[in-house]
């Protein structure tokens, strides 16, 4: 079983910036490609951003492209998602997943964070 924490989540003006950090317990086949999903109130979870840890493969939604970023650190089994110029609309529950396929939907990953609020104020 893998389990993945994620932290760095508060309350930043628009504009602002956060950290998202996302620290798998283990990494094995199951585990090579990272995500990033979103679920806002009364909103189904959508899709945010993807990676394999090479950094090679990745994916970001198109709301967010040019905003956002992921990067890895594999000595500490670390995934971040830096994000910049907030938008009040950004506001969410943001999840990390671990799964093995380059996939933009939630469903296809085997394991999903218990998630960190972001809150973004105007």
Known sequence: QVHLVESGGGLVQAGGSLRLSCTASTRTWRTTVMGWFRQAPGKER?????SDWSGEHTNVAP?????????????????????????P??????????????????????????????????
């Open 46 to 50: 959508e899709f945010v951003a993807l």
């Open 63 to 87: 709301s967010v492209k040019g905003r956002f970023t992921m990067s890895g650190d594999n000595a500490k089994n670390t995934m971040y998602l830096q994000m910049s110029s907030l938008k």
């Open 89 to 122: 609309e950004d506001t969410a529950v943001y999840s990390c997943a671990a799964g093995s396929t380059l996939s933009m939907r939630d469903g296809d990953y085997h394991y999903l964070g218990q998630g960190t609020q972001v809150t973004v104020s105007s």
